[in-house]
């Protein structure tokens, strides 16, 4: 069974201070890999994917992931945070074609940017 | 483009009553995934389906629940017999056939019983 861990509940960062949120899976397989957020109220939004090709992978707003296979890592990263992106993130795995296509969710992160 | 739509946003229950809960996928959607996620923790799966068919469910309870995506309408996710424990959010995601397609979500129903 596949299973993702989120290692850090939660995260209070200054505006401009760097994120690095970590994400490690555990799976048999070749995998998919996302982030998603979820802002206050609202749904959850894709920030970014891997498939496969360059394991550095850019997404929306600024976020970034790089997919260490070795390592079974798939961390977030922000350069500079900004007070909007105070929000829960979380990161979610899924198997290649021929496996299980549900989605495999970590616990979450709660980031919260303090202006 | 409508995003995934699920309905209602809020539902209230007694116990011993039944819970049902919409979700329409995006357009041109024909792969449907329920997850609940409950108070301090990440989503888990319940049930994947497609037009007519019940793909996995192998994160669904095995009595009182039940889901279903007829061929003309939305999917439904049905609780029989609520008790407190189903208290939680249930969020629907939708995706294209392909397998390297992201699953896109609504933006859940948050279930409370009384």
């Known amino acids: 069974a596949q299973s993702v861990s989120q290692h850090n509940h939660h995260v209070i960062l200054s505006e401009a201070a760097s994120l690095e949120l970590g994400c490690n899976y555990s799976y048999g397989g070749t995998v998919n890999l996302f982030w998603y957020v979820q802002y206050p109220g609202q749904h959850l939004q894709l920030l970014l994917k891997?498939?496969?090709?360059?394991?550095l992978v850019k997404g929306i707003k600024g976020f970034e992931a790089e997919f260490i296979k070795s390592k079974f890592s798939f961390n977030l990263r922000k350069p500079s945070v900004q007070w909007s992106d105070t929000a829960e993130y979380f990161c979610?795995?899924?198997?290649?074609?021929?496996?299980?296509?549900?989605?495999?969710f970590g616990s979450g992160t709660q980031l919260t940017v303090l202006p | 483009n409508a995003g995934v739509m699920q309905n209602p946003r809020h539902l209230v229950r007694r116990r011993g009553q039944e819970a049902r809960l919409r979700c329409s996928p995006m357009?041109?959607?024909?792969?449907v995934y329920w997850y609940r996620q409950l108070p301090e923790e990440g989503l888990k799966f319940m049930v994947y389906?497609?037009?007519?068919?019940?793909?996995?469910e192998s994160g669904m309870p095995k009595e009182r629940f039940s889901a279903e995506f007829p061929k003309e309408g939305p999917s439904i996710l049905r609780i029989q017999q609520v008790v407190r424990g189903d208290s939680a959010a249930y969020f629907c995601a939708s995706s294209r056939g392909q397998s390297n397609q992201p699953q896109h979500f609504g933006d859940g129903t948050r279930l409370s019983i009384l």
């Open positions: 979610a795995v899924n198997g290649r074609p021929g496996s299980a296509r549900q989605l495999t």
């Open positions: 389906l497609q037009k007519e068919n019940i793909i996995d």
């Open positions: 891997y498939f496969s090709g360059d394991p």
């Open positions: 357009k041109g959607h024909s792969h």
